[in-house]
């Protein structure tokens, strides 16, 4: 049974809340604890404290075991923006926007379907296995400018292009020389 904590209004940009809830997307509760802990962004305490939360939520609605709960779903959605006017020059004025952020953090029971690899993320086989592109039934196409076969991609690899096999770089229009 998912439990559910939410914080809103968070008084941070969501593009830098995401940076820190991408480090515990699908980790177990405990080492998302961790990481929180000793993660130097200004997101990260206000995480923790939400996560907390849903553990309190778990254990005190559900009566869950917080050492059974893993991060099934976090997500920083954008809140209101507080809107502020800044003075330049000649009479002109920027609007400055002061973004805000809803977290959302939906907890889950560790099932023996999702093992925990050694990462500590916690996957089931089935999203795996549906990750993976068929190799099977892949044809060679031809190419629409010559109408020949390309080359298979998958057998072929490309070394990582060097300067010396760039060979020399053109020359700038109207450029002469070194100047002196």
């Known amino acids: ?3 559910t904590a939410k914080l809103r ?3 941070i940009a969501p593009r830098k809340v995401r940076l820190v809830a991408d480090l515990i997307r699908g980790k177990t509760v405990e080492e998302a604890q961790n990481i929180l802990n000793f993660t130097q962004k200004r997101a990260a305490l ?8 849903g553990i309190s939520n778990a ?20 809140g209101p923006k507080l809107k502020r006017v800044f003075p330049r020059a000649r009479g ?6 002061k973004k805000t952020s809803h977290i959302t953090i939906i907890l889950d029971i560790i ?8 990462r500590g993320r916690v996957r089931s086989r089935e999203l795996s296995a549906k990750r993976k592109l068929p190799t099977e039934n892949l044809q060679v196409l031809p190419s629409r400018k010559t109408g020949r076969p390309k080359a298979d991609r998958q057998t072929t690899t490309r070394p990582p292009p060097s300067q010396a096999s760039l060979g020399p770089l053109p020359r700038v229009s109207g450029e002469r020389g070194r100047r002196k």
């Open 1 to 3: 049974m998912p439990v």
């Open 9 to 11: 209004y968070l008084r």
């Open 46 to 53: 206000p995480i923790l404290k939400l996560l907390k939360q």
């Open 59 to 78: 254990k005190n609605n559900f009566q869950m075991e917080e050492k059974n709960l893993y991060i099934s779903k976090i997500l920083v959605d954008e």
């Open 92 to 97: 002109h004025a920027d609007e400055i926007q």
């Open 111 to 118: 099932s023996q379907k999702q093992p925990i690899s050694e």
